[in-house]
């Protein structure tokens, strides 16, 4: 606190009272499914200092009541509920949470939107054969799969994927590596499965030095490699969340033959019996790189046979899915972050915010697919804004009031001078306990006692005695006759 400042704190008291409100809303996966259950978190919080029993909360999904709940809420206390929802468009859902709270019902509507995620981009770039991820990826209708070998590929929607992987490449060109770098530089992720031909080690480090990723060493390559298992996955991996199903005995692992070998990653997805990484994940820019220690060829692993490969390249590839647009906004966040579609016949256009007959153009900047915008100071109505460019709908916005409104708590005068301490001289804290306002002990402290009206009265004084002096003062004297003789 600037100690230039004078700061007057003025308790404000009142009665015990209750507040129910929305603190957050959240999905237990960013991947959000269409014709499928989703899991919806709820977190309620009571502001007031008295307990709420049955507050009746509503979930509506469009126009649609998803779900109902009656809650009890403690003073000052969380309390979170679930439902299951289902999108069965792909439109955007407007959805809301309403709560059936007295006295104070300002807060008592929550707004969010939901969407069924779009289908992730899988470029896999491999050799002349033919890849075992092809038929994975291709019969799942939650990925768009297309595969080319290095001479036949597309850069350009190599740089859009999602998910970009290289398997099978005996050296790794310049152009390809470049193109990799920029892939996880915007965020994508990169999956890298290496080559067991020693004449291409020296562009997959030079790869490696691009990505950020070492040291990496290589293992010697024999004709008959001895395989060893990898171990059982770490069920407390937020990667194998929801993958795995309660099991009696112990599962079969996969083997392999490594080629290369790290000393750490940021996340070792999977390791050998003996602790060396068998896939690692390693932050790359803004993204991800999951490298692979050893080629799918049979000789190497049986890893591409095994039960495990289909949850392991379905999870690479869903979580590089990144949802930029949140289902909700506070009115004071400041910057939104907004996807937008590339479309040059639209030109430089103004992006623009509307609700009703409310119209805003907040300060903006559009730059490689994403709009960045100040919330204006101006829109303080909660609820659904349509994202307009120029006149075209982009986007669907849900914006909610800061939920430290929701707070009725309020600190007494004494608190608030235990919470300043003694040194903050510019500090000064009023209370009205003793019978005085707070308005009459400010006036006497900071303004004094007022003399205008006395300088008013001193005013009109002053004329007063200038009008009478010039009244009697300023006669004209008669003059006396004067007797003149014969």
Same mark, same amino acid.
């Given at each position: 606190?600037?100690?230039?400042?004078?700061?007057?704190?003025?308790?404000?008291?009142?009665?015990?009272?209750?507040?129910?409100?929305?603190?957050?809303?959240?999905?237990?996966?960013?991947?959000?499914?269409?014709?499928?259950?989703?899991?919806?978190?709820?977190?309620?919080?009571?502001?007031?200092?008295?307990?709420?029993?049955?507050?009746?909360?509503?979930?509506?999904?469009?126009?649609?009541?998803?779900?109902?709940?009656?809650?009890?809420?403690?003073?000052?206390?969380?309390?979170?509920?679930?439902?299951?929802?289902?999108?069965?468009?792909?439109?955007?859902?407007?959805?809301?949470?309403?709560?059936?709270?007295?006295?104070?019902?300002?807060?008592?509507?929550?707004?969010?939107?939901?969407?069924?995620?779009?289908?992730?981009?899988?470029?896999?770039?491999?050799?002349?054969?033919?890849?075992?991820?092809?038929?994975?990826?291709?019969?799942?209708?939650?990925?768009?799969?297309? *595969?080319?070998?290095?001479?036949?590929?597309?850069?350009?929607?190599?740089?859009?994927?999602?998910?970009?992987?290289?398997?099978?490449?005996?050296?790794?060109?310049?152009?390809?590596?470049?193109?990799?770098?920029?892939?996880?530089?915007?965020?994508?992720?990169?999956?890298?499965?290496?080559?067991?031909?020693?004449?291409?080690?020296?562009?997959?480090?030079?790869?490696?030095?691009?990505?950020?990723?070492?040291?990496?060493? *290589?293992?010697?390559?024999?004709?008959?490699?001895?395989?060893?298992?990898?171990?059982?996955?770490?069920?407390?991996?937020?990667?194998?969340?929801?993958?795995?199903?309660?099991?009696?005995?112990?599962?079969?692992?996969?083997?392999?033959?490594?080629?290369?070998?790290?000393?750490?990653?940021?996340?070792?997805?999977?390791?050998?019996?003996?602790?060396?990484?068998?896939?690692?994940?390693?932050?790359?820019?803004?993204?991800?790189?999951?490298?692979?220690?050893?080629?799918?060829?049979?000789?190497?692993?049986?890893?591409?046979?095994?039960?495990?490969?289909?949850?392991?390249?379905?999870?690479?590839?869903?979580?590089?899915?990144?949802?930029?647009?949140?289902?909700?906004?506070?009115?004071?966040?400041?910057?939104?972050?907004?996807?937008?579609?590339?479309?040059?016949?639209?030109?430089?256009?103004?992006?623009?915010?509307?609700?009703?007959?409310?119209?805003?153009?907040?300060?903006?900047?559009?730059?490689?697919?994403?709009?960045?915008?100040?919330?204006?100071?101006?829109?303080?109505?909660?609820?659904?804004?349509?994202?307009?460019?120029?006149?075209?709908?982009?986007?669907?916005?849900?914006?909610?009031?800061?939920?430290?409104?929701?707070?009725?708590?309020?600190?007494?005068?004494?608190?608030?001078?235990?919470?300043?301490?003694?040194?903050?001289?510019?500090?000064?804290?009023?209370?009205?306990?003793?019978?005085?306002?707070?308005?009459?002990?400010?006036?006497?402290?900071?303004?004094?006692?007022?003399? *205008?009206?006395?300088?008013?009265?001193?005013?009109?004084?002053?004329?007063?005695?200038?009008?009478?002096?010039?009244?009697?003062?300023?006669?004209?004297?008669?003059?006396?006759?004067?007797?003149?003789?014969?």
């Amino acid at each position: 606190m600037d100690s230039a400042q004078q700061v007057f704190l003025v308790p404000v008291g009142g009665n015990a009272t209750r507040n129910a409100f929305v603190d957050s809303v959240w999905l237990d996966d960013a991947f959000v499914r269409m014709n499928a259950d989703i899991l919806l978190h709820v977190r309620l919080r009571n502001g007031g200092t008295e307990a709420i029993e049955n507050c009746q909360v509503k979930l509506f999904v469009g126009q649609r009541q998803a779900a109902t709940f009656s809650v009890d809420m403690p003073a000052k206390m969380p309390v979170s509920v679930t439902a299951r929802v289902r999108l069965a468009s792909a439109a955007s859902e407007q959805c809301r949470v309403e709560l059936e709270d007295y006295p104070v019902s300002f807060d008592n509507s929550y707004y969010f939107s939901l969407q069924p995620s779009p289908k992730v981009q899988v470029v896999d770039i491999t050799g002349p054969q033919t890849p075992p991820t092809q038929q994975l990826y291709s019969n799942e209708p939650l990925f768009a799969y297309s *595969w080319a070998t290095a001479g036949s590929l597309n850069y350009q929607v190599a740089e859009a994927a999602n998910l970009l992987l290289v398997q099978g490449q005996s050296q790794i060109t310049a152009g390809l590596r470049e193109s990799l770098r920029r892939v996880v530089q915007r965020g994508g992720s990169v999956a890298i499965v290496p080559t067991d031909n020693a004449q291409g080690r020296a562009s997959y480090d030079q790869l490696f030095r691009d990505l950020g990723i070492g040291p990496v060493q *290589w293992e010697d390559v024999a004709s008959k490699p001895a395989l060893r298992s990898v171990a059982v996955p770490e069920r407390r991996n937020p990667f194998f969340r929801d993958v795995f199903g309660v099991q009696s005995r112990q599962p079969v692992m996969p083997k392999a033959a490594p080629v290369l070998r790290w000393s750490r990653s940021g996340n070792e997805i999977l390791r050998l019996q003996d602790g060396d990484g068998f896939l690692g994940a390693f932050a790359s820019g803004k993204g991800t790189v999951y490298l692979f220690s050893t080629p799918f060829d049979e000789a190497r692993t049986d890893f591409a046979q095994h039960a495990l490969f289909v949850p392991v390249m379905y999870r690479l590839a869903m979580q590089s899915y990144q949802r930029e647009q949140q289902p909700a906004y506070r009115l004071n966040q400041g910057t939104v972050v907004v996807p937008i579609d590339a479309d040059p016949s639209q030109g430089e256009q103004v992006f623009k915010l509307t609700k009703d007959s409310l119209t805003f153009i907040p300060s903006q900047r559009l730059q490689a697919g994403t709009l960045r915008f100040e919330v204006p100071a101006a829109m303080r109505e909660p609820g659904f804004y349509t994202l307009l460019r120029g006149n075209q709908p982009v986007a669907t916005l849900a914006f909610n009031n800061d939920k430290k409104e929701s707070e009725l708590a309020a600190y007494s005068a004494d608190e608030l001078r235990q919470l300043i301490g003694p040194n903050r001289k510019n500090v000064q804290v009023y209370d009205a306990s003793a019978g005085e306002s707070v308005a009459a002990r400010y006036k006497a402290e900071r303004v004094g006692t007022p003399l *205008w009206q006395y300088c008013l009265w001193a005013a009109l004084a002053c004329l007063l005695a200038e009008v009478l002096l010039l009244r009697f003062m300023n006669r004209p004297k008669t003059a006396e006759p004067v007797a003149m003789a014969a």
